[in-house]
């Protein structure tokens, strides 16, 4: 429908006219009310099957850059019946999508208007039916949307919403095109449940760990290695030898394998009988499980990261097993902003975080600029308990995971020390 074209949307935007505030009296024939968190403007009469609308909601986006600012608010905005869209544009910081409905009769635009102090205000052009009868109300349609923008424009401050980030590199993209190789391998050596080594075969899964030091500071570092009995040795092991494909893997990933021996109280390995031996002083054979073994204990993984004026984040996933056969996962984690935000005047945070009862995010933020300080936060909650909870079983160097919401995972598993590792995570027995 050409009555209300895209590059017309644009054109309201910037365009002048009458600082009608949306509080004042409409056009004549057309009406307002509240809905979905914004308001809805429409002819007071339109004939059945037919629409020509202006929805406007603004939405706290935070710090997000103004393409994720308009997936942010037009998710509030979205047309009951499913959407066919072209691509977004966006133009000195607004941003306009032309859609259609799956049927072809409806026509929708989206406009947002430039993000200012982590706010974005969005409008929904809507249109259906015979232009000839929704013609007359374009002048009125016109009035309104500029009292909407004019509306936003002199209220809106604050910063606008930062630079989009750039185009993935081609060192990026070859990155990826590795990444999705490894991964494709990594499914090409897994066996059906049951099909990989039998337990004669694999003489242990040996963990060897060191110190190194990192931008932010001491760390320890470990390397799983399958050791075989015919005195070979796979590295960085993930997946249960009962579902590892060791013919796959020889083909496939020829790097990953090396010779293994015990010398002198010590594990020792090299690449080839060209290569010297290398000792591995610090290294500890695990220890499989017994055959439908049962826990009743509560192991918990915890992971830091302190990224100096960037900020920081913890992490924490707690696994506990009932000696009946049933476990529970559960994780939180928070992340907050450092120094180089601050000195842009944006502070904020947010945390997350599973089990039985479901997952959940929050977030909240604040931006200092000339005209004062715009804070926003948000919450998100999903019924997904059923994902964090089921039965398990466990049988040597395997542990399966019979979820609740019908799924079926099998990991890597083994006794170490206090701890025990599930699909080369480790995980210290909780005090």
């Known amino acids: 429908m050409n009555l209300f074209p895209m590059r017309a949307a644009v054109a309201l935007v910037a365009?002048?006219?009458?600082?009608?505030?949306?509080?004042?009296?409409?056009?004549?024939?057309?009406?307002?009310?509240?809905?979905?968190?914004?308001?809805?403007?429409?002819?007071?009469?339109?004939?059945?099957?037919?629409?020509?609308?202006?929805?406007?909601i603004t939405v706290g986006v935070g710090n997000a850059t103004t393409s994720a600012a308009f997936e942010q608010s037009k998710a509030r905005a979205m047309t009951p019946e499913a959407l066919q869209c072209g691509a977004p544009q966006q133009d000195k910081g607004a941003v306009t999508q032309r859609c259609n409905g799956v049927n072809g009769a409806l026509d929708v635009t989206f406009v947002q208007l430039p993000v200012r102090g982590g706010q974005a205000h969005l409008m929904r052009i809507a249109l259906q039916g015979d232009e000839a009868v929704l013609r007359p109300h374009k002048d009125g349609f016109t009035a309104v949307m500029q009292a909407a923008t004019k509306s936003w424009q002199a209220g809106a401050s604050g910063k606008p919403a930062?630079?989009?980030?750039?185009?993935?590199?081609?060192?990026?993209?070859?990155?990826?095109?590795?990444?999705?190789?490894?991964?494709?391998?990594?499914e090409a050596v897994r066996t059906a449940p049951g099909k990989?080594?039998?337990?004669?075969?694999?003489?242990?899964?040996?963990?060897?760990?060191?110190?190194?030091?990192?931008?932010?500071?001491?760390?320890?570092?470990?390397?799983?290695?399958?050791?075989?009995?015919?005195?070979?040795?796979?590295?960085?092991?993930w997946l249960p030898p009962e579902d590892f494909d060791v013919a796959a893997s020889r083909k496939l990933q020829p790097a990953r394998w090396s010779e293994w021996?015990?010398?002198?109280?010590?594990?020792?390995?090299?690449?080839?009988?060209?290569?010297?031996?290398?000792?591995?002083?610090?290294?500890?054979?695990?220890?499989?499980?017994?055959?439908?073994?049962?826990?009743?204990?509560?192991?918990?993984?915890?992971?830091?990261?302190?990224?100096?004026?960037?900020?920081?984040?913890?992490?924490?996933?707690?696994?506990?097993?009932?000696?009946?056969?049933?476990?529970?996962?559960?994780?939180?984690?928070?992340?907050?902003?450092?120094?180089?935000?601050a000195g842009n005047g944006y502070t904020g945070g947010s945390s997350r975080g599973?089990?039985?009862?479901?997952?959940?995010?929050?977030?909240?933020?604040?931006?200092?600029?000339?005209?004062?300080?715009?804070?926003?936060?948000?919450?998100?909650?999903?019924?997904?308990?059923?994902?964090?909870?089921?039965?398990?079983?466990?049988?040597?160097?395997?542990?399966?995971f019979q979820v609740d919401n019908g799924k079926t995972t099998r990991k890597l598993f083994f006794h170490t020390g206090a701890g025990i590792n599930l699909g080369g995570t480790w995980y210290s027995l909780r005090k």
């Open 162 to 186: 930062p630079a989009e980030p750039p185009p993935p590199s081609k060192k990026d993209l070859e990155a990826k095109a590795r990444s999705e190789s490894r991964n494709a391998i990594a």
């Open 15 to 56: 365009c002048g006219g009458p600082a009608l505030a949306i509080a004042q009296s409409l056009p004549e024939g057309w009406t307002a009310r509240e809905a979905g968190g914004g308001i809805l403007y429409t002819p007071a009469q339109l004939p059945p099957g037919m629409q020509f609308s202006l929805f406007a």
């Open 354 to 400: 599973t089990g039985k009862d479901g997952s959940w995010s929050s977030g909240s933020g604040s931006q200092t600029g000339p005209g004062g300080t715009v804070s926003s936060g948000s919450t998100q909650t999903r019924n997904d308990g059923s994902a964090y909870a089921g039965s398990y079983r466990i049988d040597g160097w395997t542990i399966e």
């Open 196 to 237: 990989g080594l039998r337990s004669d075969q694999v003489e242990g899964v040996l963990n060897d760990w060191r110190q190194v030091y990192r931008i932010n500071g001491l760390q320890y570092e470990e390397t799983l290695y399958l050791l075989l009995k015919d005195g070979t040795a796979y590295y960085d092991v």
């Open 261 to 341: 021996r015990y010398r002198n109280g010590a594990y020792e390995l090299r690449a080839s009988e060209k290569d010297a031996w290398r000792r591995l002083s610090q290294a500890t054979l695990g220890k499989p499980a017994g055959r439908d073994e049962r826990l009743s204990k509560a192991y918990v993984h915890s992971r830091f990261a302190n990224n100096g004026g960037l900020g920081g984040s913890a992490d924490q996933w707690t696994i506990f097993f009932r000696p009946d056969g049933r476990y529970e996962e559960s994780s939180y984690g928070i992340q907050g902003t450092g120094t180089v935000q």
